[in-house]
């Protein structure tokens, strides 16, 4: 895998302002949450075998977290993406202010091995709902961990939207 090619794939994606579209984001956010679901088996096995974690503390301490972030994400999405009249200063009268939210670009997301799942998705979760491309850098410490998600992720998205090397 090419890292800067990567890149420059997810630098283009970005620049054709697919992101920027709502429904887009919310699709890949619920698309996210069904791999997960659907994988959940997979995902304790793994870091079972790397932490011997139970169920139960991953569950509570990674995949409850996950989720979450990610109902909240799709449900508020729409609301967070408008624009916001604020108040203008006097200076400016008779001007009208707004904030409009904005997305940056590309995304790399450096993870820790504790907590693998969580502090790889998670932020990811939130750029992508902020309209950014992601590129994910998981620990190597937690190999089978790693490896699900690089198996999950780049087998189910677009490396032009969401990859993980």
Known sequence: MDIAKIVTHQK???KSNATKEVNLRIG?????????KENED???TAIY???KKSKFETYLTELSLIYNELNDAIKN???WSKQKRVR???ANFPAKSYIIPDSLGTILIIS????PYQLSLIPAISAIAAGNTVVIKPSEIPNNTSKILVE???ANFDEKHLTVI
């Open 12 to 14: 283009k994606f970005f």
């Open 28 to 36: 890949t956010l619920k698309r996210l949450k069904l791999i997960l």
């Open 42 to 44: 997979k995902l304790y």
């Open 49 to 51: 075998t790397d932490f």
């Open 77 to 79: 999405l729409k609301k």
């Open 88 to 90: 203008t200063n006097l």
């Open 112 to 115: 820790a091995w504790n907590y």
């Open 152 to 154: 999950l992720i780049n």
